[in-house]
């Protein structure tokens, strides 16, 4: 079983940044591409960043200049640095990690618990 952990989700005025951060831990052997999603009410999911286990990143087009990702392997760790956010970034972000567990050759998703971001004044 694997379980992801994610903080640093809250209230922010426009341009304004906070940092997200999810947590792997429990049974991994291996762990491949890592990412963050959004939802905003009313609105589908989107990919907001990826990043790969080689360090390869891709951004969705709103926040390109302005989102980082990051991930530190040896913490099976991946953060999402958000600066000069705007309201329309408000959303629930919910991490993603492609894991190959122990005892497994399959590649499997998890996701986290998701938390929220609102940007507002």
């Known amino acids: 079983q694997v379980q992801l952990v994610e903080s640093g989700g809250g209230l922010v005025q426009p341009g304004g940044s906070l940092r997200l951060s999810c947590a792997a831990s429990g049974s991994i052997f291996s762990i491949y591409a890592m990412g963050w999603y959004r939802q905003a009410p009313g609105k589908q999911r989107e990919l907001v960043a990826g990043i790969t286990s080689g360090g390869s990143t891709n951004y969705a087009d709103s926040v390109k200049g302005r989102f980082t990702a990051s991930r530190d392997n040896a913490k099976n760790t991946v953060y999402l640095q958000m600066n000069s956010l705007k309201p329309e970034d408000t959303a629930v972000y919910s991490c993603?990690?492609?894991?190959?567990?122990?005892?497994?050759?399959?590649?499997?998703?998890?996701w986290g618990q998701g938390t929220q971001v609102t940007v507002s004044s």
């Open positions: 993603n990690v492609k894991v190959v567990p122990y005892g497994s050759v399959e590649v499997k998703s998890y």
